[in-house]
């Protein structure tokens, strides 16, 4: 039996979630969390095979939890399940440690598929990410400059750019007006930009905003 751990912060995703597992012989959700927090004092306190994994939710991003997981239980998968397009987080969270990346818009039958193939020790990702990442290995293209930003400077820039205030990501990531400013104060640094609008311009050339 192949035991789950369900992590969003949105009930009806879990409950759909759970749904399509407990139609697949041979596996089951045993446990679900709609935090960071409370996903890392779950999978502590009791044994599974595989986590699913939302990346943006309240207290602890996703990509925190994933890190804290790599370094207390390096060999249980994790496979993200994102609303982001691929191009927003993919790459960011395999080399993050993530056993594999999914949309939430994937089939159900692709899930299960990647369930099984991560818990075998595999990686999953869709054909059209593996053609994107065979690509970049074979060019000699400079990294794009979003790339030196850390996790949570690349999380908040694509919240401005998506259109959302200070205190409305302040809110989201559950993190203070003044931790956000700094944020935004070294995306700008970075990046070497003046003001929002640059931001949003960039993030919507690099395709980084849906």
């Known amino acids: 039996m192949i035991r789950v751990v369900v992590v969003d912060d949105h009930a009806v995703v879990r409950e759909g979630l759970k749904r399509i597992i407990s139609e697949n012989p041979g596996m089951a959700v045993t446990g679900e969390a709609g935090d960071g927090h409370e996903a890392l004092k779950l999978i502590r306190g009791g044994a599974c095979d595989v986590v699913l994994l939302d990346i943006t939710m309240p207290n602890k991003s996703g990509l925190d939890v994933l ?5 207390e239980v390096p060999r249980l998968p994790v496979l993200v399940l994102s609303m982001h397009s691929e191009d927003q987080y993919a790459v960011r969270v395999l080399r993050a440690g993530a056993a594999g990346y999914l949309t939430k818009e994937s089939a159900p039958a692709k899930l299960v598929q990647a369930i ?7 990686k999953y990702v869709s054909p059209s990410l593996a053609e994107k990442l065979v690509s970049d290995l074979g060019t000699d293209t400079e990294r794009p400059p979003h790339e030196v930003l850390s996790d949570r400077e690349y999380q908040v820039l694509c919240l401005i750019a998506s259109g959302k205030t200070v205190s409305e990501i302040g809110a989201e990531l559950a993190l203070s007006v003044k931790t956000i400013s700094t944020y935004r104060v070294r995306i700008l640094e970075k990046l070497r930009m003046k003001n929002n609008a640059e931001i949003t311009r960039y993030a919507i050339k690099e395709r980084l905003v849906d």
Request: no cysteine.
């Open 67 to 71: 890190k804290e997981l790599r370094t």
């Open 116 to 122: 099984r193939k991560v818990v075998r020790g595999g």
